[in-house]
């Protein structure tokens, strides 16, 4: 497929893109503990075109395949039970953009490289629903 080459770089960029906070003495020595601490979610899908949402501490990192990145203020998560909840909004070439993410307790197969991942998620994106996979940690 002719978007592969352009997926594979776009994903090794996000991931190279991502520094560790090394304001911490314990994760200055440990890279493994640093990459942890990059995110609180990250959130990936294939379809109708690839999407990856990363979930940081104060921003949350919207990516999809031909569209530029939209950046959103981070907002606290409401967990509820099995499901934890993230509600954002933004302005973006003057149009207010909404996203809501649910991240539920509940295993996810990514059906284009058969990972299995330990959280599936669900994204609401100004009336578009998207479904996907999501960890909590760098997979290993």
């Not at 960029?13 to 942890?36: E, F, G, H, I, Y």
């Not at 979930?55 to 981070?74: E, F, H, Q, T």
Request: with cysteine.
């Amino acid at each position: 497929m002719k978007q592969t080459p352009f997926l594979l770089t776009l994903i090794g960029m996000v991931v190279w893109s991502c520094k560790p906070d090394t304001s911490s003495s314990s994760t200055q020595n440990d890279p493994v503990q640093a990459m942890q601490a990059v995110f609180e979610y990250s959130c990936r899908g294939t379809e109708p075109s690839f999407w990856l949402i990363e979930i940081y501490k104060d921003s949350i990192v919207y990516l999809r395949a031909g569209l530029p990145k939209i950046l959103y203020p981070y907002q606290k998560a409401r967990v509820q039970g099995d499901s934890t909840c993230y509600t954002t909004k933004t302005k973006l070439y003057g149009k207010e953009t909404k996203l809501s993410i649910t991240v539920l307790a509940d295993s996810c197969r990514d059906g284009r490289s058969d990972t299995v991942y330990p959280f599936s998620a669900i994204i609401e994106k100004d009336g578009e629903t998207l479904h996907g996979c999501a960890i909590s940690e760098p997979l290993k």
